[in-house]
């Protein structure tokens, strides 16, 4: 039972940050899943047990891999990948020449580096 406790936990830290690098608070969360925000609160802390529905549509809303919810997938290339796709939904929300200037901007950062 306690190892049941230790893997809900583990999977609630998971969802925590995947809802946190979606960009979503745990009300939108709950909205988009059909559940109520304290729900959401009691499965990122390991105190409700989540369906293997509920565990599908948290992975497609929060556009995670299952496989890293559950663990048993490299969390730093998931935590790459999804810091990826936030900037790019943050990147996308920009006017043409603000985004040209970022791209000035990671172009002169890489020369940089090549020169140093």
Do not use: F
């Amino acid at each position: 039972m306690n190892e049941n406790k230790s893997t809900n936990s583990s999977i609630g830290d998971r969802l925590r940050m995947a809802r946190e690098m979606a960009g979503l608070t745990q009300a939108q969360a709950a909205k988009l899943l059909g559940l109520h925000r304290p729900s959401i609160s009691e499965i990122e802390a390991g105190r409700r047990k989540v369906s293997a529905e509920e565990l599908a549509k948290l992975s497609e809303v929060y556009a995670v891999n299952m496989d890293w919810i559950l663990g048993s997938e490299d969390r730093s290339a998931t935590i790459d990948r999804a810091r990826l796709e936030l900037a790019a939904r943050e990147l996308s929300k920009l006017k043409p020449e603000d985004l040209d200037r970022v791209l000035r901007l990671l172009s002169a950062l890489r020369q940089e580096e090549d020169g140093s």
